[in-house]
């Protein structure tokens, strides 16, 4: 199945991003949050990732407007039953999730794939809260921050997905510009398990004081051929975000992915990263 109409649910960093590259694609994309206030931050926020493509020559200048005018954004849930994928972007938390998906299952047609933007969370465990008969639309499709120049999409199928589901969220992905993987069904997936056991010994290395987070990054950059260092990639995407992932990875395969007791340190003191204008680094003008 041809996909030309998207739907993207949760307009933050990632939900309009995903939005975007579909958009870029020629897809009519249908992107919807809890509020208009947060659907208009996430479009001004989308004018500026287009501005700053078009400085580095990633995109034409002319992409911006025609990109943007695909891109229609609702507070209704109601308007995605003409939807042909639907894709959450909601926050990683299970009952969030579950909440939402019993709400599309009840409002997209029987032929629309429904795939979710966790980093973390088993795609058999959330198919649960849809009805049986969706579940073979159902699957994982994780992209990564910042989704407009991140290339990977994990496309991870459930017990019940079905082939053609899988075969057609490729392609989708494809035509989007992104190159997809599919990995199996276990908790994190395949790049979080690698990616977290990298920071976590990361953060170990600093608690032991054998290097600054920047000589780390510095390190990881010219001496492992990272674009972004681990501290780096930790304030850009939130530190409590990594502590969340942590502990899910934790409890499903034990202490080898227990958070480091100075990430929690960072996380309690509200040290989150680029957003709180503090983490492992300072985003305001301080020292």
């Known amino acids: 199945m041809t996909i030309e109409r998207v739907g993207v649910v949760g307009a933050g960093l990632m939900g309009s991003e995903i939005a975007l590259i579909f958009a870029l694609a020629g897809k009519d994309v249908l992107l919807s949050d809890v509020s208009a206030e947060n659907l208009g931050r996430a479009l001004d ?35 995605y039953a003409d939807r042909q994928l639907v894709i959450e972007a909601v926050f990683e938390d ?28 088993s795609i058999s465990g959330l198919a649960s809260y849809l009805a049986p008969a969706r579940r073979p639309r159902f699957l994982g499709t994780h992209f990564f921050s910042p989704v407009s120049r991140m290339k990977l999409v994990e496309v991870i199928p459930g017990l019940d997905t079905s082939d053609e589901t899988v075969e057609s969220t490729m392609l989708a992905c494809r035509e989007a510009g992104k190159t997809p993987i599919k990995v199996k069904d276990v908790v994190g997936f395949a790049v979080n398990r690698v990616l977290h056991a990298f920071m976590i010994e990361a953060v170990r290395l600093v608690e032991e004081g054998v290097a600054t987070p920047e000589d780390i990054d510095v ?43 100075l990430l929690r ?23």
């Open 265 to 287: 340190q960072m996380v309690q003191a509200g040290y989150n990263g680029k957003r709180a204008g503090r983490g492992w680094y300072r985003y305001d003008g301080k020292k």
């Open 219 to 261: 390190a990881c950059k010219l001496g492992l051929g990272h674009p972004i260092g681990p501290f780096e990639l930790m304030d850009a995407t939130q530190n409590s975000l990594s502590l969340q992932v942590q502990n899910i990875l934790r409890d499903a395969y034990g202490e080898r992915f227990h958070p480091r007791p």
């Open 94 to 121: 299970e009952q969030i999730k579950a909440e939402t998906y019993r709400k599309l299952d009840a409002i997209c047609a029987a032929q629309c794939i429904i795939a979710s933007n966790t980093s973390s969370i």
């Open 45 to 79: 926020n989308l004018g500026r990732v287009l501005d700053r493509g078009a400085q580095r020559g990633f995109y034409a200048p002319e992409q911006k407007e025609a990109a943007l005018a695909r891109i229609t954004t609702t507070t209704d849930l109601g308007r």
